[in-house]
């Protein structure tokens, strides 16, 4: 019987779903459906499959981070505004046995002060940031291997 095919679950959280037109100076013109597709056809190439989900809320992210727990290898997330604030999504990070990456398309060191703490972050295996959707890529590529591709990320 074949081994499955590892699986990585990609979160975007809250107001990623404007991208490509929320602040396109801060976070790029590639809009939310264009990264999602090009997660996808790079974790084809490293030999995973790749889901990807988007959440406004709170809640919702923690849900999606419990069931995660026993479907996937490992996750990558993007807390959005609640890196800086979710006690709640550390929690459920920390609470899950899988290895989660942490994501920013922006630098969170170059903007306002209020966003240069993360307090999901520590919770994570690796946080990458400021590469814009680069670091989505290099994130998966990290998470791939985390997760047991058989692919050895290029």
């Known amino acids: 019987m074949p081994a499955a095919t590892p699986s990585v679950l990609v979160i975007h959280g809250p107001n990623l779903n404007l991208l490509g037109e929320r602040e396109p100076e801060v976070y790029g013109h590639t809009t939310l459906a264009q990264l999602d597709a090009q997660l996808s056809q790079l974790g084809s190439q490293l030999g995973v499959a790749v889901i990807c989900e988007q959440a406004n809320g709170e809640g919702a992210i923690i849900d999606l981070l419990h069931h995660a727990r026993t479907r996937f290898g490992a996750v990558v997330i993007n807390p959005g505004g609640y890196t800086h604030t979710s006690v709640a999504i550390h929690d459920a990070i920390a609470a899950i046995t899988i290895p ?55």
């Open 100 to 154: 989660v990456l942490e994501v920013h398309l922006s630098n969170l060191y170059a903007r306002e002060s209020f966003r240069h703490e993360s307090v999901t972050g520590p919770a994570c295996a690796g946080v990458i940031m400021g590469l814009g959707t680069t670091s989505y890529a290099l994130a998966l590529r990290h998470a791939a291997v985390l997760a047991g591709a058989t692919s050895s990320p290029s």
